[in-house]
C-alpha cells in the first residue's frame, strides 16, 4: 500500500528565519506530488507540484520554493519567513496504483506558526 | 464568480440524520468530481471519486452529479458523530492525476 509520510509534524518558527518542510511517499514510482497550504478560512490552496525528479510547477508567486531531489521526496522550503506564512502545510501524491482512483492522496500535514 | 462554491456552514445536524452536502461550479468542462473529509488538524482523506454525471453510493455515502446544472451533491445516510468533520468537494478537468480545484469545504456537526 501507498504512505505518504510529512515532517515536523508541528514548527513554530520566528520571521525571518527559514524553513524546510520534508514530505515522503512510499510504495509507487513515479507519482505526481503536491503542496498545498490551508489558512483558516480559506480553503486549500495549491503551491507547486512536481510530475518528476526536478521537475516543478509554481502556482503562487510567493517566498516559498520547492524541489524534488528523488522520485518520491518533495521538499519546500524558504529563505526567510513572513508572519503570513503560517498555516497547514500538505502534501499530496497521485498517480496509477492498485487499489486507488487517479486523484490526490494526502499526508498528515505540518502546522506552521510564524511569530 | 469563483470556480467552485461550497457553503462553509456550519452545518450541525442531530444523530440519525440525513446530510445534504452541495458545491455548484463555473466551468463546464470539469469532469471528474472528488469528495473529502478532514478532520480537524488531519489531511484530507478520499472519501467519494466520480466521473461525469450519475450517482455514486458506498456505504451511508451517496455522491451526486448534475453536470447539465454544475452542481454536485454529497449525501450522509443516518449520520453519527463520527461524521463530524470538514467536507471539500474538488473536481478536475482530466483524469484526477492533474491539479484539482477545491471548494472552501462544509463543517458538519453531528450531535448525539
Known amino acids: 500500500s501507498q504512505t505518504i509520510h510529512q515532517w515536523p509534524a508541528t514548527l513554530v518558527q520566528p520571521v525571518g528565519s527559514p524553513l524546510s518542510l520534508e514530505c515522503t511517499v512510499e510504495?509507487?514510482?513515479?507519482?505526481?506530488l503536491y503542496w498545498y497550504r490551508q489558512a483558516a478560512g480559506r480553503g486549500l490552496q495549491l503551491l507547486f507540484y512536481?510530475?518528476?525528479?526536478?521537475?516543478i510547477s509554481s502556482e503562487v508567486p510567493q517566498n516559498l520554493s520547492a524541489s524534488r531531489p528523488q522520485d518520491r521526496q518533495f521538499i519546500l522550503s524558504s529563505k526567510k519567513l513572513l508572519l503570513s506564512d503560517s498555516g497547514f502545510y500538505l502534501c499530496?501524491?497521485?498517480?496509477?496504483?492498485?487499489?486507488?482512483?487517479?486523484?490526490?492522496?494526502f499526508g498528515p500535514g505540518t502546522r506552521l506558526l510564524v511569530l | 464568480q469563483k470556480e467552485v462554491e461550497q457553503d462553509p456552514g456550519p452545518l450541525s445536524v442531530p444523530e440519525g440524520a440525513i446530510v445534504s452536502l452541495n458545491c455548484t461550479y463555473s466551468?463546464?468542462?470539469?469532469?471528474?468530481f472528488m469528495w473529502y473529509r478532514q478532520y480537524s488538524r488531519k489531511g484530507p482523506e478520499l472519501l467519494m471519486y466520480?466521473?461525469?454525471?450519475g450517482n455514486k453510493e458506498d456505504g451511508r455515502f451517496t455522491a451526486q452529479v448534475d453536470k447539465s446544472s454544475k452542481y454536485i451533491s454529497l449525501f450522509i445516510r443516518d449520520s453519527q458523530p463520527s461524521d463530524s468533520a470538514t467536507y471539500l468537494c474538488?473536481?478536475?478537468?482530466?483524469?484526477?492525476?492533474?491539479?484539482?480545484?477545491f471548494g472552501k469545504g462544509t463543517r458538519l456537526s453531528v450531535i448525539a
Open positions: 499530496a501524491w497521485s498517480g496509477l496504483a492498485q487499489g486507488y482512483q487517479e486523484t490526490q492522496y
Open positions: 510504495g509507487t514510482s513515479n507519482p505526481n
Open positions: 512536481s510530475v518528476g525528479i526536478g521537475q
Open positions: 466551468n463546464s468542462a470539469f469532469q471528474y
Open positions: 466520480t466521473y461525469s454525471s
Open positions: 474538488a473536481m478536475s478537468f482530466n483524469s484526477g492525476n492533474t491539479p484539482l480545484v
